[in-house]
């Protein structure tokens, strides 16, 4: 059994019941009850194929051809503010269908990635663009019929868009990074070769990207317990791998979960550490690391007593950040409180109390400035979804869906567009999807 299957292993058995603590293992039957299957390190999503390994299936069905081709249409489409409710784009009878993440360069191209199963025992990479007017479905790059599926998107423009993800463990092949390349005409497999040479932390899971310009593209990876996170950096030719700080504990572990930028071109970092392992980890801290042009480091004046899961960049002393809630690293946590933190520069303040990982889950993050952010979640009793809005002196719930409620959902999450929209994604079932996408229109 390799690493990546002794983690899914460890991950099914885990968390039956909440320990009388702050923090529970989450198992793979809470993220059902949630409908949020799959968290930001795409482990769950490789929950789905432990079937496949177990019968050892060789993973070479044929990778399937987009059902419609995604356009980027000459005209651009005008941005509508609100809710939009489209059929989302999936190959029909797919056994099960998941969209994780968002990102596009304006409110008409916009992509959201994911995973789906054809079968139980079979996923590939979901890839579902919005021209403005309808969702169309995309098999991405051609993997050459191995299982895979995307974690994390970024889009520069409507011709220059970055997928990550991981091919899935099956059968004598091994977990490797995934990295995907939209061009405006078609997806790309693009090399990894740069991670061959951390034999010791293999197998990679890539959990986040972010992208500056055509030639500044960041992904990172997270190797497991015991080792520092790994950042990829693309010049525009080549990839070069950077160790990140080695942030472990002595009897713990410790993972970075997202990679962001904020308006000024800085990239941020944001995760954190755990005293002990599974049922009996307790939170260390949250932690952020920034690049100073040379090397990734730990910003220590920005530290927090609990990890941190989400942020959202704006300038150096305008920081947005989730902290508890899903937090993976050796395992996957539940962390409570969940909240919402501004960062001024020198100081954390909490700005929004939601309730403990039990009762709610944060899925998105997305901030202008010090007075306009949104965050959007989950209420786990009712899997209602929701959105807020802080306007620099209180929060505002927006209403849901074109009539002003949406069925019970499992929310995907929030972007700022490249040109300056902002973008929440919502979808009801797993299959015969509808996506219910939110816009707020450039200003």
Do not use: E, F, K, Y
């Given at each position: 059994m390799n690493d990546e299957q002794k983690r899914l292993a460890e991950f099914l058995k885990a968390g039956v019941g909440d320990p009388?603590?702050?923090?529970?293992?989450?198992?793979?039957?809470?993220?059902?009850?949630?409908?949020?299957?799959?968290?930001?390190?795409?482990?769950?999503?490789?929950?789905?194929?432990?079937?496949?390994?177990?019968a050892g299936l060789s993973g070479r069905l044929a990778n399937p051809s987009p059902a419609v081709s995604p356009t980027v249409s000459a005209a651009p489409v005008p941005c509508r503010p609100g809710w939009h409710a489209a059929p989302g784009a999936?190959?029909?009878?797919?056994?099960?269908?998941?969209?994780?993440?968002?990102?596009?360069?304006?409110?008409?191209?916009?992509?959201?990635?994911?995973?789906?199963?054809?079968d139980p025992r079979h996923v590939f990479p979901l890839l579902e663009h919005w021209d403005g007017r309808r969702w169309a479905y995309s098999a991405g790059a051609s993997l050459g019929g191995r299982q895979a599926y995307l974690t994390s998107v970024a889009a520069l423009a409507s011709d220059d868009v970055w997928a990550v993800g991981d091919f899935a463990s099956i059968g004598p092949r091994l977990p490797a990074p995934l990295i995907e390349h939209w061009n405006g005409r078609s997806w790309s497999l693009q090399p990894t070769r740069a991670l061959t040479r951390l034999k010791t932390a293999l197998p990679q899971t890539l959990t986040s990207v972010a992208a500056l310009a055509p030639d500044d593209v960041w992904v990172l990876g997270t190797p497991g317990s015991n080792s520092s996170d790994v950042y990829l950096h693309w010049n525009g030719t080549s990839w070069k791998l950077f160790r990140g700080p080695n942030i472990g504990v002595h009897y713990g572990s410790a993972?970075?979960?997202?990679?962001?930028?904020?308006?000024?071109?800085?990239?941020?970092?944001a995760g954190g550490w755990m005293r002990r392992y599974g049922e009996a980890g307790v939170p260390g801290g949250g932690t952020v690391e920034s690049w100073n042009g040379r090397r990734w480091e730990v910003d220590r004046h920005a530290a927090w007593k609990e990890p941190l899961t989400r942020v959202s960049p704006v300038a150096p002393d305008d920081v947005w950040a989730i902290t508890g809630g899903s937090f993976t690293t050796a395992g996957t946590y539940g962390i409570s409180p969940v909240q919402v933190l501004h960062w001024n520069g020198s100081t954390w303040k909490v700005e929004l109390s939601v309730g403990g990982a039990s009762s709610v889950d944060l899925t998105g993050l997305a901030a202008v400035s010090a007075d306009d952010a949104y965050v959007m979640g989950q209420d786990i009793p009712t899997q209602q979804p929701f959105i807020e809005h802080w306007d620099g002196i209180r929060w505002r719930s927006l209403p849901l869906g074109p009539t002003g409620h949406i069925p019970r959902l499992g929310s995907i999450g929030l972007t700022v567009t490249a040109d300056g929209s902002i973008t929440a994604l919502d979808t009801e079932g797993l299959t015969a999807r509808t996506n219910y996408l939110w816009l707020r229109c450039q200003h």
């Open positions: 009388p603590a702050r923090v529970t293992v989450q198992a793979v039957r809470r993220h059902s009850a949630r409908r949020r299957l799959v968290s930001a390190s795409g482990a769950a999503a490789a929950v789905a194929v432990v079937a496949a390994i177990g999936v190959p029909a009878g797919d056994h099960q269908d998941r969209l994780v993440a968002i990102a596009g360069s304006a409110s008409d191209d916009v992509w959201a990635v994911g995973d789906r199963l054809p993972a970075m979960q997202v990679i962001a930028t904020d308006h000024r071109r800085h990239l941020w970092a």
